[in-house]
């Protein structure tokens, strides 16, 4: 069974920081891109941040959270970190960890953890 458990949210004064994990299990954790997704109340599910498998991964963030957040993963711990700095209300959403799998043939695999609330507010 495979499952993806979120931990780390939380209310937050604007100009804080958080620090998001999200603990695989059940699925070879070292060769899945893992991502982090948030969801604002009336908005569209959007990709965060991201990064790849491998010994050399590869990071890529969306441009609103550049210089601010910070995607690591530890693969003996099987396990995906958000590092939240600078927080803005605009960051207030579920954040979801997402594991990816591009197959070369066939469709790829994804999964979802079922989402920690992050709330920046004064």
């Known amino acids: 069974q495979v499952q993806l458990v979120e931990s780390g949210g939380g209310l937050v004064q604007p100009g804080g920081s958080l620090r998001l994990s999200c603990v695989v299990s059940?699925?070879?954790?070292?060769?899945?891109?893992m991502g982090w997704y948030r969801q604002a109340p009336g908005k569209q599910r959007e990709l965060v941040a991201s990064?790849?498998?491998?010994?050399?991964?590869?990071?890529n963030y969306v441009d609103s959270v550049k210089g601010r957040f910070t995607i690591s993963r530890d693969n003996a711990k099987k396990t995906v970190y958000l590092q939240m700095n600078s927080l803005k209300s605009e960051d207030t959403a579920v954040y979801y960890c997402?594991?990816?799998?591009?197959?070369?043939?066939?469709?790829?695999?994804?999964?979802w953890g079922q989402g920690t609330q992050v709330t920046v507010s004064s």
């Open positions: 990064i790849t498998s491998g010994s050399n991964t590869n990071t």
């Open positions: 059940g699925i070879i954790f070292s060769i899945y891109d």
């Open positions: 997402n594991a990816h799998f591009t197959r070369r043939i066939g469709a790829p695999i994804d999964y």
